[in-house]
């Protein structure tokens, strides 16, 4: 039992914080708002050139070999920089989905072939990969097919930077499809995050597209794991801001800061933190094990703990992230008071990719629903 | 990382399992809080320290197998997992001995701690008082120095399993013109000593889990002066370090009540029970049911006893890395003690109309064990200073918010 990351993770996660912390300062995300494609390309450059997209790709395809492990810290400081960039849907769970699909070389198939494409150039940048997953039990597998016009091959998906993506890796009934920018049609929903481009995808599945040996539901929790992380590091980040703000802020003659009621919503943001933390970290490897078990044939983690065990430690852990960064969102913004509730404040920013990234990849009842479905209940 | 455990934790842990399942009372001992239930479960504790599984985490020699911190943890998860009794030598072998073991003298040590150990000697803490529950510095029971004795007057109050304890560890104050953290010494105190008095006191459940104690001119030797007169302050801080931390409430407790919730959850969901007519018979309410907020409820006590399990592994290493636990651990305290109240409520609730049941109902749920759990459990916000307190720790120690 060890649950230190290396030395090398370490460095490598405080590299990346020092990164976001001068390229992406509020002003930057702030910018994100009005950009098309919702991101800094100059910034997402950078990391391409720091082999940061690299990290989750196999040696043997020119990545760094890297797993979730190495990736969770990374999404933490993303998310304690608020930091606006395709890192979740392109390097978390694009490339990784990809890449096995590429091993797996189902003979023939498009799929494989495309992938093999696709995941050099998503490698080096060239190309944008998103990707809306649903895994059975969390959300929906059907789409939302409200609209009843649409013919019934049609389905429907909500897929964040959709139609600024290259590739779009979309599930259907459990399984994975590689659905080109041509292939599908997108609807711009604009979202409370201004940084968000959420659009609706309308595809319809493909056979030969289909990604044979890709783990849908791994997938689906390679993504829940990421987004659990950016919640641990959105809500770490609004509690210091806060942390800050009250020590400074006076009424009736001292600090607002010294006022229990406010110490006690602030004690309540970290404990949640320190609790969602570790089970985050916990996933991550969870993930990571699993994968290689799976692309070694088999389903278990260990012998005695099957493969729903690590979908229990996904659940276990974006539930908790999902409540640590609703509960600091909406203490912070009370202890702000009305400051807090401004546009200009920068606090706004975090509070909205809190609201987005906490129900994206399954809200926390809905993971929970996850949950105790795997425990049997 | 890689949480795995290695096969040298994996044989501790098989060892210590298969010891319980062999040795485990089939029977619910009576409450420990009772004259017989109490000396049921210090044969218990005689059981376990013969065996070397009272202390597992303390040398040798006295009585325990020098295990690692993970190890410790993975004997606790195992431990509440077989549903062994509770540990009546607990306020000594979890509060009292790490403070032993950094302030004591050799012979202190010689003295006193086998005898913990093998539940021979029975401890309780007699800390608070009256006038002082949260302002702990407040106490005021005074001991006056008479050559190589202290002489003691006042009064100590909810002094867990007091009324049939062997011995009492106590913070009384020496120096009543130093500063009120100054004047503090760290006493143990046989609970035979002349001129001290012992009441026991019914707890919520009605079994006289506390005790008052009433010192009038008791004469205690100096040789019971744990660490300096003067100190005892800093000597019980490092105690409450430990009541906090993870000394107190390892994760397997919450892990295995969490694991318990689970299969009540599965076993009142039982579509036998619980079928899709609009509404639930007059039967399945009686009965029990798991309804879709319970199954919410279940996940997240199932989810937050797991992220307890994270965290002392963490912590575990940091400390075994040499690091200290710092204030850190009054996050614990709130966590765990939240997290028994919400694990036992969500099962009484679900329990519906035989929730209230005692052991004495033929229809009780566990014989009755829900109830008591949360009886137990709703004291854990309260003691080993209360959850409001912690959150004045978190916010001025950890956070670095104004005192005032
Ligand atoms: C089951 C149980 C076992 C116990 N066992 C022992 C034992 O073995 N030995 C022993 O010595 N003691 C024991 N205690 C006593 C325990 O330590 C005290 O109850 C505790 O310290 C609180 O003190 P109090 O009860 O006097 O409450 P008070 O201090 O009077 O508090 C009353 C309320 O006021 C709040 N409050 C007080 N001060 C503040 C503040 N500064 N800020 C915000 N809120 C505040 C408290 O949080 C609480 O809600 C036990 C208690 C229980 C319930």
């Not at chain 1, 009842?365 to 425990?375: D, E, F, I, P, V």
């Amino acid at each position: 039992m060890k649950f230190a990351f290396t030395e090398e993770q370490q460095v490598f996660a405080e590299t990346l914080s020092d990164v976001f912390a001068k390229r992406c300062p509020p002003e930057a995300v702030r910018a994100c708002w009005d950009s098309p494609v919702g991101y800094s390309e100059d910034l997402w450059g950078t990391l391409a050139e720091m082999g940061v997209l690299a990290i989750t790709a196999p040696e043997d395809a020119g990545g760094l070999g890297g797993d979730e492990r190495d990736l969770v810290q990374l999404m933490e400081a993303a998310g304690r920089a608020a930091a606006p960039l395709p890192l979740l849907e392109h390097v978390a769970v694009g490339i990784p989905a990809l890449a096995e699909a590429k091993g797996a070389a189902a003979e023939g198939a498009e799929g494989a072939a495309a992938s093999q494409h696709w995941l050099s150039q998503a490698i080096s940048g060239e190309a944008l990969v998103t990707a809306g997953v649903r895994d059975k039990g969390t959300v929906r597998d059907k789409g939302t097919a409200r609209d009843k016009n649409a013919d019934s091959s049609t389905q429907i998906q909500y897929v964040n930077y959709a139609a600024q993506a290259d590739v779009a890796i979309l599930s259907y009934q459990g399984e994975l499809y590689l659905a080109d920018r041509k292939d599908y049609t997108t609807y711009e929903q604009p979202s409370v995050d201004g940084t968000r481009r959420i659009a609706r995808v309308e595809w319809s599945p493909d056979a030969a597209t289909r990604l044979a040996g890709v783990s849908a539901s791994l997938t689906f929790d390679r993504g829940a794991t990421a987004a659990a992380a950016y919640c641990v590091g959105l809500a770490q980040h609004m509690l210091d801001a806060t942390v800050e703000y009250v020590k400074e802020r006076e009424q009736f003659g001292k600090p607002v800061g010294s006022y229990q009621a406010v110490k006690h919503h602030l004690a309540d943001v970290a404990k949640a933190i320190s609790f969602a933390r570790p089970s985050v970290y916990a996933a991550a490897w969870a993930v990571s094990q699993s994968a290689v078990l799976q692309r070694a044939g088999s389903e278990n983690i260990t012998p005695e703990n099957a493969v729903s065990d690590r979908a229990q430690y996904v659940s276990a852990a974006k539930s908790l992230a999902s409540d640590a960064a609703d509960l600091a969102a909406a203490k912070c913004l009370q202890c702000h008071g009305a400051i807090g509730y401004t546009f200009e404040h920068d606090l706004q920013l975090w509070l909205k990719r809190a609201w987005t990234t906490s129900v994206s990849w399954g809200s926390a009842s809905q993971h929970r629903h996850r949950l105790a479905t795997l425990l049997g209940i | 990382m890689d949480l795995t455990f290695t096969p040298a934790e994996q044989t501790f842990r098989d060892e210590i399992r298969s010891w319980l399942r062999a040795n485990t009372p089939t029977e619910p001992l009576k409450s420990m809080d009772t004259p017989d239930g109490f000396e049921q479960h210090r044969e218990w504790e005689k059981k376990l320290f013969a065996a070397g599984w009272s202390v597992p985490a303390w040398p040798e020699k006295y009585g325990g197998r020098d295990c690692s911190l993970v190890e410790w943890l993975l004997y606790e998860e195992e431990y509440w997992a077989s549903d062994a009794p509770g540990r009546v030598s607990a306020n000594g072998v979890s509060l009292l001995a790490p403070t032993i073991f950094e302030f004591a003298t050799d012979e202190q040590q010689e003295r006193f701690l086998l005898p913990m150990a093998s539940g021979e000697e029975i401890w309780s803490q007699g800390w608070s008082e009256p006038n002082a529950g949260s302002d702990l510095a407040a106490l005021s029971t005074r001991a006056v120095r008479d050559g190589e004795w202290f002489v003691l007057n006042g009064q100590k109050t909810w002094c867990s399993r007091g009324a049939f304890a062997d011995w009492f560890f106590c913070l009384v104050r020496t120096d009543p013109e130093a500063e009120r953290h100054r004047g503090l010494s760290y006493l143990l105190i046989p609970k035979d000593t002349e001129g001290l008095t012992v009441r026991p006191v019914a707890r919520i459940d009605g079994e006289p889990g506390f005790a008052e104690l009433f010192f009038e001119d008791a004469r205690v030797h100096e040789s019971n002066l744990l660490g300096e007169e003067g100190q005892g302050w800093a000597v019980a801080m490092a105690t409450t370090g430990s009541e906090r931390g993870l000394n107190l409430r390892a994760p397997g407790r919450f892990m295995a009540a969490a694991d318990k919730l689970v299969e009540l959850g599965k076993s009142l969901s039982d579509p036998a029970l619980v079928n899709s007519a609009e509404d639930a018979t007059e039967t399945e309410v009686a009965a029990g049911t798991t309804d879709a907020v319970a199954r919410d409820e279940i996940a997240r006590c199932w989810a937050e006893s797991r992220a307890y399990r994270w965290v002392c592994y963490e912590a575990a290493e940091r400390l075994a890395g040499g690091e200290a636990l710092g204030s850190e651990a009054s996050f614990m305290k709130i966590f765990w003690s939240e997290l028994d109240v919400a694990i036992n409520a969500t099962a009484l609730n679900m329990l519906g109309e035989r929730a209230e049941f005692t052991a004495a109902a033929e229809d009780a749920d566990r014989g009755g064990a829900w109830m008591d759990a949360y009886l137990f459990a709703l004291s854990g916000p309260i003691y080993a200073g209360t959850n409001e307190i912690q959150r004045n720790i978190v916010a001025e120690r950890v956070l670095g918010l104004p005192r005032r």
